[in-house]
Structures are given as C-alpha cells and as structure tokens.
C-alpha cells in the first residue's frame, strides 16, 4: 500500500519495528494449531509477516471493498488474527471484532447493525464449522458482498485467503494512516441492549500504553497472549502491547494448561497476558521452578468487584498486574505490592505507571451521581456511551458529558478514600467475556415450551454461570442451535438430575 501517515497507527508501529529489525521473530502460533484448526502452526518473522499482511490487504482491495469500509473477522488466538487486523488496516478498512464463541444470531445482528461489507473467518475452529456459521449469517446481513475463510475445505462462495497470502499480489492504493480515524468496533451489552463500540488508533494505543506501562514492561519481550483477542482488552493487551515493545508474539488458544506451560517455556516467554483466574493459580504450581523465564504475569479480569477480594500473588520471581476491565468502556492496571496484594484504586487520574510522580494520564475514573463508576481518558469512547435522548423533549439539548458509565456499583471507602467496586451492571449477566441482559434469558428460554428454564447462578471465576432446565434436555439443546444461539445458552441444559 502506498501510505501517508498524520499520526500513529497499528500498521505504523509495525512499520517501525519491520524497520528496525526485519529478521527478527515476531509471531509465533499455538503448539496445538493442528488440532484447534487443522492448519500447521506458524513461526513468523516481521518480513514475513509484513509480506503476508501486504497480500491479504491487496486482496481485499482486489475484492472491492471501499476504503473505510467494515470488515467482520472471527478468528481464533491464532497469527492469522493478527494478520488480518494489520491487513485491514492497511487497506484503509475497519475491522469488527467479533467473539468465537458467537452463532448465527448474534453474527447477523453485529453485521447488519455495522454495515459491514466483508467477514473473515476460520473454516474450523475446535471442531466448529465457522465457515457455515459465517456464510449463513453473511445471507442475512445485505451489507455484506465478500465472504473469505482461512483453513482447507472451504465452501463454494468463500475466498481462500492462504492462497491469497501465497499468491503475493502486489496491488496498490493509496491510504492515509491517521490515527483519528476509526480502527476496530468491538461489541458491548448494557442496560440499554447491544452496543456497537467504535474505536480510533489512538483509542487502542491508549490502551495498550496503559497495561503495557503499568506493568513495567522491557523492550523486545517475547509476550504469550492467552486472552481471546475478539474485545477491546483482547486486541490491546496482546497485539497493541506486542507492537508497543517491539518484540514476539506467542499466541496461546485458550485454553490447554500443559499446552500453555510447554510453550511458555519453548519459546522463552517472560510475559503471560491471561485471564486473571488462571493467572493466579500459576503461583500454586510452584511456577518458579516450572516456568522459569517468566518475569511478568498480568490478569485480566472480567469481573473487576473480584479483584479486592482474590488471592495473593506469592511468586517472588515474577510481578503481578491487575488490569481491571468494565466491559467494552476501557481499562486501567494497577501492579501489586511486593507483598502480592492489590493496591488500592484511587479516584481521579491515573497515571501508567501509576506510582512514578508525573507519568500522563492514562485514565480517570470517577463516581457518578447514581453510585456507579465512570471513566474518561484517551481509550475512552464517551459517545458510544452517550444516553439516549429522552423522549418528546426534542427542544431542549442534553448538558455535555465528558464520562462514560461503567454501569459498575461503586462506593468510596471512609477510611482510606479509595474506590471500592461492589456490584456488576444491574440487569447483565456475564459469562467469561460474554454478556447477555438477564431479560433475553427468559424470552428465550420461552422458546422452549412450558416449563423450560434459562437462568443465571453466581460463579466465583466467571462472574455467572448458564443452567437451564426442560422436559426433554436434548431438545431443548437443539432448539436453541437451531436459532442460531451462542453455545454458553445450549450447554446450560446438559442433562442432570437437579438445576446447577
């Protein structure tokens, strides 16, 4: 792509770095590649992966699609995501960030609310024919016009992108790489339903400057990312970070706990970015001694009200980062004392690294007038939080608000003034990194018949837990595949004797 650049972009950062140190490693692919999606695990250079992403943005543009057009792509923890994102964004594209675990349902209704004109996807993933999945929902999304997959066996009417890859296109266009512009749109449940999220470049440096500071990391680290990429935490905290320190990316598919450890220790990874449950329990296994080149861990957690309350880090050779996560609103990190205890959350401005005097800001957070949290900063997307309008009072404007509304219940404590977060959104269940409103529960366990039942039970990992009960379980389980519904809905009614 011939490029002209007004501020930094993703695609610039990796340009940096690809001049710098080409021959350098810059992806590696899960161990059990071969197994998640029947393709054989990649071991990438920057040169390689700069030739790889310069094909696939030629073929996207050979597709027709039009600069600043939206691209869907579903893909595993896999380099072929990250090629992709680099891919669209050097073709002038937007991607839209859409989670693994999603069926037909929620696919369609994310493509039609984007207007999305192209889907990426896997042809398997994990046994799951994705390529199916996506062109049935591209039939009801009309916005789309190009269906591409990678993998072997792909349907008629999917484009092979391995063999746009190998086949090196050189086509061209020019793109001006301006950090304003809109990046990605990842998607968010609130009170008031689904919610696409819009972000710029800048908005997802932001983010990944936040964790990546906060957390102390060196240049050049090999980074292992076992977070679904598929949200705005996932992307910065893997990608955004692996291009902020100029280093390696290992790529792990959540999740295989022996996999995980072999391929720390293969490929010499000093950091691990996962879920903040798993995390903690690496101190449990005398991680020392078995992961012996990790020097920095850092939790993600979906369930920040847990964090006060979780379990204190004891490995003396690596440091640990609670990076707190509100949904799709943003982030903020806070690195644990040396005694391995989480630190206290202070209102205002925080700084990355929060506790060096004079750092800039990299988030503010903030109580709202209903006892909820609120943020404000660089990564913050305010007017995809905005409130809607009320009704029938059109004339007069709604006063400005420079906050978005985590939705959190939140409270100062009266001894030390920090921020004490108590209670998720009202009215949203949230299993793992995936959001339903409890109300869509029951309409769709209506579905089911009379005495059919969907409901959410407290988990200490997951935030929620999905059981479900019926007349005839199995039924009741293709029911719901029939309707296109994510599988964290289907498995709720494995047959049991009691609900649980």
């Known amino acids: 792509m011939i490029q ?30 071969q197994r998640i999606t029947g ?20 073929h996207f543009v050979e597709s027709g699609l039009p600069a600043n057009s939206v691209i869907g792509i579903q893909l595993p923890n896999t380099t072929e995501f990250v ?69 072997d066996d792909l349907p008629e009417g999917m484009a092979s992108l391995d063999l746009a890859m190998s086949g090196g296109s050189t086509t061209k266009r020019t793109v001006v790489q301006d950090g304003r512009k809109a990046a990605a749109i990842s998607f968010d449940v609130t009170a008031d339903g689904f919610r696409p999220v819009p972000r710029t470049h800048l908005n997802l440096i932001a983010g990944g400057l936040a964790v990546f500071l906060e957390s102390r990391l060196r240049q050049r680290t090999t980074l292992m990312s076992a977070f679904a990429p598929s949200s705005f935490a996932g992307l910065t905290s893997s990608l955004v970070v692996w291009l902020l320190s100029s280093g390696t990316l290992s790529l792990h598919h959540p ?46 957690w979906r ?48 700084g990355a690294p929060r506790d060096v005097p004079g750092t800039s800001s990299a988030v503010e957070a903030l109580l709202t007038p209903r006892g909820t949290l609120a943020l404000r900063g660089a990564m913050v997307p305010v007017p995809a939080y905005a409130p809607p309008s009320p009704a029938g009072d059109s004339l007069v404007s709604r006063p400005p608000q420079d906050y978005a509304d985590t939705g959190y219940a939140a409270r100062l404590d009266r001894a030390t003034g920090a921020i004490c977060i108590t209670a ?77």
């Open 83 to 151: 090629l992709t994102v680099l891919a669209a964004h050097r073709a002038g594209l937007i991607v839209a960030l859409l989670p693994q675990l999603w069926r037909q349902a929620e696919l369609t209704m994310a493509l039609n609310r984007t207007g999305a004109r192209a889907i990426v996807t896997m042809a398997r993933i994990d046994g799951v024919n994705h390529a199916d999945l996506a062109l049935n929902a591209a039939a009801e999304a009309f916005s789309i016009r190009h269906v591409c997959g990678f993998g």
């Open 4 to 33: 002209t650049s007004l501020s930094p972009t993703l695609d610039g950062l990796f340009h940096r770095v690809l001049a710098r140190q080409p021959d350098a490693p810059a992806l590696l692919d899960p161990l059990n590649k």
């Open 303 to 350: 369930t920040p009200e847990q964090v006060a309350s979780s379990a204190q880090w004891i490995s003396e050779a690596a440091s640990f980062t609670d990076v707190y996560l509100f949904g799709e609103v943003g982030l903020f990190g806070a690195r644990r004392t040396v005694e391995g205890t989480p630190v206290p959350i202070m209102p205002g401005a925080h």
């Open 255 to 300: 999740f295989d706990g022996e996999v995980l450890k072999q391929q720390i220790n293969d490929d010499c990874c000093d950091t691990l970015v996962a879920p903040a449950s798993m995390a903690l329990r690496l101190a449990e296994i005398d991680s020392p001694a078995r992961l012996p080149t990790l020097l920095h861990v850092i939790g993600l």
């Open 39 to 58: 393709l054989a695990p990649r071991r990438m250079t920057f040169a390689q992966a700069d030739r790889a992403i310069s094909a696939l943005a030629a």
């Open 424 to 500: 998720p959104p009202a009215g949203i269940v949230s299993v793992g990194g995936y959001r339903f409103l409890s109300h869509d529960l029951q309409e769709w366990a209506k579905r089911l018949g009379d005495g059919a039942l969907l409901t959410a039970l407290p988990d200490r990992l997951c935030g929620y837990r999905l059981a479900g009960r019926a007349q005839d379980h199995a039924r009741g389980r293709e029911a719901l595949s029939q309707l296109g519904l994510n599988p964290l809905m289907v498995e709720a009614f494995r047959d049991r004797n009691i609900l649980g």
